[in-house]
């Protein structure tokens, strides 16, 4: 998943993109609302989470702009405990808030659930040929032996899971698993890829290469 984050505190902003990193999500940092509204403006997310008391503005105006011209979820993170200002964000369209100081572990938490209301219903295992693909799990069952998938594995198999049949380029395929300012080229692309065809290629499942486009996943 490729997340936004919205945070003037640097200290803060970089525990959370490490936290979120280590599952293997890419994320990118904004510290203001000037920088938040140009990275939407070159990328795709699956999700942001927004500051509400920023330098150059108050996030929760920025939510209801954002609102009116796309359905991104949003999880709010604010020092305000009053139940009146929980009420407005959530009224203004954000989809959850988290109350700072927070824990990173309920951080996360919130962030899969909001996910799993706002995405497309999908099945807890994901039959891929005659292997089972558990993405919460990070897990692949096969030939009855459970196994383990790396992050950045686990994240492009999840991918390929959503999107069977679909050509996907190595540009996308990049911006899924990586923030803007990682430094990584397509071949890193190529190097993940190579390991999941070695990891499915007894369960019928095939990473096609379609030449000077990218890959395509299929499967019976």
Not at 2 to 24: C, K
Not at 50 to 78: C, H, N, Q, S
């Amino acid at each position: 998943m490729r997340f936004l984050l919205v945070e003037d505190n640097a200290e803060l902003g970089e525990a959370v993109i490490a936290r979120l990193s280590l599952d293997g999500h890419a994320v990118d940092h904004a510290m203001t609302l000037a920088e938040a509204e140009e990275w939407l403006a070159i990328a795709d997310y699956d999700l942001m989470l927004l500051d509400v008391m920023l330098p150059d503005g108050d996030g929760r105006e920025f939510l209801r702009k954002t609102r009116t011209a796309e359905r991104l979820p949003v999880i709010v993170l604010t020092a305000r405990s009053q139940v009146s200002d929980r009420v407005d964000t959530l009224d203004l369209g954000a989809d959850d808030y988290i109350t700072k100081p927070f824990d990173f572990g309920e951080l996360e938490a919130r962030c899969r659930a909001v996910l799993r209301r706002r995405g497309t219903p999908t099945p807890a295992l994901i039959p891929l040929g005659t292997a089972l693909f558990d993405p919460s799990g990070g897990t692949l069952q096969q030939n009855g032996e459970t196994l383990p998938l790396r992050n950045r594995e686990l994240r492009l198999l999840e991918v390929f899971a959503r999107n069977k049949g679909q050509i996907l380029s190595k540009t996308q395929l990049l911006d899924r698993l990586f923030s803007q300012d990682a430094e990584v080229s397509e071949n890193a692309i190529e190097v993940y890829v190579g390991r999941l065809r070695k990891r499915l290629q007894e369960a019928g499942v095939e990473i096609e290469t379609v030449r000077g486009i990218g890959y395509r996943m299929t499967w019976p």
